[in-house]
């Protein structure tokens, strides 16, 4: 089938999903902020001690798939640069110039360090934006295991109840649960099971939907870059490596500019006690950038996913616009992180001035 039939066929069903006489009104999924639960450990939340959560989520998911593609990547591309032509062509000649483009770019701001800093800038850039753009691929929302939506409002409950107070007893915990439960079974806000099909239920003239409408959709994968995990995992390795390798420019001196303390100058003038105060708040920027890092990307990438979701349930069709303008921030938020660190690691690598 040629291409632009693929591309037809996908126009008539977004006109289709317009027309709600058909029935064919979008399911949205769970929108919240945690990756949703699929599989669960062993012994819930207590498994391991907690460390991995309370099991085995639709963003850890997607984060392996990230790492497989990006491994399938590396591979298939070396093993292409042994048998190159002299003329490359196809994916192979795109990735040659994006890669010479990018160390051109590095070189140029990172000068001898170039070598040492360009696998963090390139690998955040090929990371970031397959994670970003996963929330991208058809139906990779859609497919998913049906959930009773009284349940998942009630885990949700206990989640934010937890992150509030670790030390909650068990009664105070199956309570709050059966509360969360009870009045979202109430509310009737999901959807409903026809079958094998979840299907958007219908609301009456008082807003009100049928007493069976109590399911949703936990999708199987989820853009790993909408989870604070992913994106403050990166956002560590980025702040981590960039002291690292200030240290290992300019050995314990680097600390100098974060710590200054000099007793014979403040004696003579009081004033220079203020280059201690500004030394303790570069020291806290720095700290602070691992947050600036995470949420900038949480926050582009669940706002584009969310928006994404709510369109498709109002006009289908208007998606068209929205998928290309989540493309195009896929890119843009990957390049933001990627030339951020690469800045902040040729920065930390400079002398201060009096060692000039």
């Not at 203020?274 to 949480?298: N, P, Q, T």
């Not at 669940?302 to 998928?323: M, S, T």
């Amino acid at each position: 089938m040629k291409k632009r039939y693929v591309v037809y066929a996908a126009l008539i069903g977004l006109i289709l999903l317009n027309i709600p006489a058909l029935g064919l009104i979008p399911v949205l999924p769970v929108i919240q902020l945690p990756g949703e639960v699929l599989w669960a450990w062993p012994g819930g939340s207590e498994f391991l001690g907690g460390l991995f959560g309370r099991g085995f989520t639709n963003t850890f998911l997607a984060t392996l798939i990230t790492l497989a593609i990006l491994l399938w990547m590396t591979f298939s591309l070396r093993a292409k640069s042994r048998t190159a032509d002299e003329v490359p062509t196809g994916g192979y000649n795109f990735f040659e110039m994006l890669i010479e483009f990018a160390y051109g770019y590095v070189e140029n701001s990172a000068g001898k360090w170039a070598k040492a800093f360009f696998p963090f800038f390139m690998t955040f850039i090929l990371w970031i934006v397959v994670a970003n753009w996963m929330e991208l691929v058809p139906m990779v929302d859609a497919v998913g295991k049906w959930e009773s939506l009284p349940h998942a409002k009630a885990e949700q409950a206990v989640l934010a109840a937890e992150a509030g107070d670790e030390h909650l007893s068990e009664e105070a915990i199956h309570e709050i649960e059966q509360k969360a439960e009870l009045a979202a079974d109430e509310a009737n806000l999901g959807d409903m099971r026809q079958g094998v099909w979840l299907v958007k239920a219908p609301a009456d003239e008082n807003g009100n939907k049928s007493a069976e409408a109590d399911w949703t959709i936990v999708p199987y994968v989820r853009a790993a870059a909408t989870d604070l995990n992913f994106t403050l995992a990166i956002a560590l390795i980025s702040v981590i490596m960039t002291q690292y390798y200030g240290m290992k420019a300019l050995g314990m001196k680097y600390w100098k500019k974060f710590f200054v303390w000099d007793g014979d100058k403040i004696k003579e003038n009081p004033l220079a006690i203020m280059d201690s105060g500004v030394g303790l708040l570069e020291f806290i920027s720095e700290i602070f950038k691992i947050v600036s890092f995470a949420f900038r990307l949480l926050g582009n990438i669940f706002a584009g996913q969310v928006l994404l979701f709510v369109i498709g349930g109002l006009l289908p069709i208007a998606n068209l616009l929205f998928w290309h303008l989540e493309f195009f921030v896929g890119i843009l938020q990957a390049a933001v992180f990627a030339l951020l660190t690469l800045t902040f690691m040729s920065m930390a690598t400079q002398g201060h001035g009096e060692e000039h």
